[in-house]
């Protein structure tokens, strides 16, 4: 009998030894992506209203881009004024474009844009947009800029002109492996053949917010206030995300989005890049400052969106990934007349990716675990959507384009962030961000098809849509189908409501996820 039980051990123990994986078996891959920044001068429809309208209006825009092959590129941007009268202007869309080169650093670029959303109803309607461009490109150690020309149509509305646009182009080089290697270890020693994951990790932060806006000064709201125009002295409740990234050990920039789910009629939105350093750090704590320049507006009085947003705060690391902060700031409209003081707290997530060495520090990590990611884009459908008594409809079928991003907890858990536009019903302009959690099956039918479950909740607005204050929660369920590894087809079937409206909505979704995963790097 004891022979036969430490024969058992031993060949559990042989094959716990066969099951250890190394960096040699982890098949890498790099994705040289793009990040541009564009700004888009384009001619109002002043003559055709009967209110005071700018003659053009600045539009900027981020676009992330990623190549299908060495001259066709795909990706998904937002957009939004800072200048011309239209403050409150946001676009979600996504991108086809072909990039060629003519002669030496001197490229052919094309692309189409199709996306919705809005700021003021009479211009852009339901808030469909198709911008096409062709331009040239001058490239150079993987930075670019461009000049363009294009049209920009909001197709539902009638906003739309010719326009002259100009772009910078930035490098983003992503290393990751085929989802199938999702939520496994493998360990880095100094034995490994490739030197693939030798190459320096990535440090990055991203961050849920809760922000607390103080009117103050000449703050108004916008004409749906009673009266009109009303002095703001309501504390607006703001829900963001943001993510870092670190260009040295203590200095970063960084990407930040906004929506007020509390104090007004739904519908206040921001958006801004900015730059932040660690001016004192500590073992777990940490003392920032960040200075950001964006746009923001909805439900204000109308200004142009360009606005900056100084804050200063400080981190309290609680592990190797995770912390809180608490922060404070000062919110201002440049050249208009929204200002408020601002304080709030984050909660943090820190990580290193794509690599087994500290960029900073230098220091080799024993161990990189794979995590899996998906991205998503879908179609949704939002059936009999209650809107408010501010325009001649009761009611409104939503056309919306998404964009989703699926975290993996483990194999059938997952954190999912959604944040969805209009474009068809007569609501441009109307937007949400949700986020929540997923749970879906293990795959069946020879690992083609999957079921899963979301119940997702946050914020949601604008256009008229009877949203309330824009608390809204979504629960839904849905079936994939695996195309490969990497890439699935889904459709899902949900109902919308929101607590403090007037909206409960079936709706359908139809989209494809492209997954992968991000290597994470462990001491």
Known sequence: MKKTLLFYFALLSLNGFSQ?????????????????LNYILIHQPFDQVSYQLAPTMGFIGLNYNFPLNKWLYTGAGFHTAITGDQGGLFTLGVNLGINK?????IYFDTNIHFGGGGGFRSLVNGGGMIYTNTGLQFKKNGYSFGVQYGYLNFFTGIQKNDNISFFLEIPS????????????????????????????????????TFDYFFPIGMSRADVTSTPPYKSLNETLSILGFEYQRYLTSDTFIYAHVDAMYAGLVSGFMDLFFG???????AKYINLFAKMGIGAAGGRIYPEGGLTMYPNVGFDVRL???????????????????????????????????GGITDPFTGKTASKIKTRGIGIGVQNQTYFNVAKDSSGPYREVDLQMIALKILYDLNKNFYFVGETSFAYEGHSGGYAHGILGLGIRSNSFLMKTVSVYIELLGGVAGGAGVDTGEGILVRPSIGLSYH?????????????????????????LNVGFTYSLSILNAKK
């Open 275 to 281: 730059v932040g350093k660690n001016f004192i750090e």
């Open 101 to 105: 080169k003519i002669y030496k650093n």
């Open 319 to 353: 592990s190797n990934h995770f912390g809180v902060s608490a922060h404070g700031g000062y919110h201002r409209a440049i050249g208009g007349t929204f200002e408020a003081y601002t304080a709030g707290f984050s909660l943090k997530y820190y990580g290193l990716s």
């Open 173 to 208: 080089l992503i290393r990751t492996s085929s989802y199938k290697n999702a939520l496994k270890t493998f360990i880095a020693n100094n034995n490994y053949k490739d030197d693939f994951w030798k190459k320096p990790a990535v440090k990055s932060v991203q961050q849920l």
């Open 20 to 36: 250890t994986l190394t960096l040699d078996d982890l098949e890498g891959k790099e994705l040289n992506n793009k990040i541009r």
């Open 483 to 507: 195309i490969n590894d990497n890439l699935k087809l889904n459709t899902a079937v949900g109902r919308a409501s929101t607590p403090y409206g007037n909206v409960n909505s079936t709706n």
